[in-house]
């Protein structure tokens, strides 16, 4: 019987051990396919302000560790990011967020400038007390810095500010 007993222990043992293996070996495996084409494994974010969803902003950059494979691509400022400003009421309130938990949102606004077609800020400052759209009509861009716990990503986003009796 003690016989029978050990034996029966050491298959659990192994059939856990063996749990374990698979779990790693299928962790690897995504994470491996994943830093192939990191465009589509990224957290997806969701802006909108107050009622109104803007559409998904552009990635302008990212540092993500995908297991024991770290990707990078290049932090692009506004300039290079292709941007559209959507409509958006004074004072409104603006909300971020993204699939997957971020550790820390840093949101940056700038007065937008229009060239060529082109929506762009060339400075930015910290949104620090509250994250509204300003009381005033213009165009502003959004800088959203989200540190998550495998790495950093950056979006840029534009919103056309107009009273409501100028929204077309």
Request: proline share 7%; no cysteine; net charge neutral.
């Amino acid at each position: 019987m003690n016989h029978l007993f050990k034996r029966k222990i050491r298959r659990y043992i192994f059939a856990v051990i063996m749990l374990f293996v698979a779990g790693y070996i299928s962790v690897f495996i995504k994470d491996t396919i994943d830093a192939r084409n990191p465009e589509v494994s990224l957290p997806i974010i969701k802006v909108t302000s107050g009622y109104t969803s803007v559409p998904t902003a552009p990635r302008a950059g990212y540092e993500w560790e995908f297991g024991v494979k770290s990707v990078q691509s290049p932090f692009l400022t506004s300039i290079d990011v292709p941007l559209i400003a959507y409509d958006a009421l004074p004072d409104t309130p603006i909300l971020v967020s993204f699939s997957s938990p971020v550790e820390q949102i840093t949101i940056y606004q700038g007065v937008g400038n229009v060239y060529e077609g082109k929506v762009f800020a060339s400075e930015f400052e910290e949104m620090r007390y509250g994250i509204n759209t300003p009381s005033s009509e213009g165009v502003f861009v959004y800088k959203v810095v989200a540190q998550f716990s495998r790495g950093k990503i950056v979006h840029y986003f534009a919103l056309d500010v107009k009273a409501p009796h100028n929204i077309v």
